[in-house]
């Protein structure tokens, strides 16, 4: 088994860049996002399963998930997100473990927001949280997508809270300062990396 870095942090922290700066130095990083939305294309057989729990009111009429429709229902229903939780969590981890061991660098990352929270830690061997504040997180996230703030803390409001994710995370790194402060500080730990790495393939 290859060695396997978990990337998490809450919404706006910097996992993006953090995770563009590894991939720069050659690491496959697998993105729990991206398995996400991979899992509930047009005839996989997750998003049949969330049409036949919701009704086909959860697809637009070209067949894709209607994200918007079910992102507002599973809000006002919190009962309607353990569904869907249960039905797309088992697709995603195994989407994630599939990714993950094909990957062809001396080590993997996986980042998502909710490692910590959907347990996909679990398949991880040590953890790096990407760390701000919660007023950097709006300035990023906000100035990034064009979110409002109420919108960006109803979103940190749904993740772990920071002191939490901070007990939780092996390293920490504080993105509070240019980008080229986090790349200094992403150096030594990726270094650390490649040597555990090897250790665990000797
Ligand atoms: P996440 O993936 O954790 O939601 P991103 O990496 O996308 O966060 O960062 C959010 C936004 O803030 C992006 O536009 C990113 O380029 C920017 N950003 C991240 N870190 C810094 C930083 N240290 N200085 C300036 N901008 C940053």
């Known amino acids: 088994m290859k060695f396997i870095l978990g990337l998490t942090g809450g919404i706006g922290s910097g996992k993006s860049a953090a995770s563009a700066w590894f991939e720069a130095q050659n ?19 997750v998003l049949n399963a969330i049409r036949q729990a919701f009704g086909d009111w959860v697809l637009l009429e070209n067949g894709e998930l209607n994200r918007r429709a079910l992102r507002e229902h599973i809000f006002k229903v919190p009962e309607a997100r353990k569904t869907l ?9 195994a989407a994630i473990i599939q990714q993950l061991a094909e990957a062809q660098s ?3 990352i996986l980042v998502s927001p909710l490692l910590f929270e959907t347990n ?4 991880t061997q040590r953890t790096l949280l990407i760390d701000a504040s919660i007023e950097l997180q709006i300035q990023r996230a906000s100035a990034r997508d064009g979110q409002s703030t109420e919108q960006i803390l109803n979103i940190i409001q749904a993740q772990m809270p920071r002191d939490q994710k ?3 995370a092996d390293d920490i790194v504080l993105n509070d300062g240019h980008l080229d402060h986090l790349y200094l500080q992403l150096l030594p730990l ?13």
């Open 27 to 45: 690491i496959c990083v697998v993105d729990a996002d991206v398995a996400a939305r991979e899992i509930v294309m047009p005839n996989q057989p």
């Open 85 to 93: 939780e249960q039905i797309t969590h088992p697709a995603i981890r």
């Open 106 to 108: 001396p080590y993997a």
């Open 120 to 123: 996909q830690h679990e398949l």
């Open 166 to 168: 901070q007990q939780f």
């Open 190 to 202: 990726h270094k650390q990396y490649l040597q555990q790495a090897e250790k665990k393939q000797s």
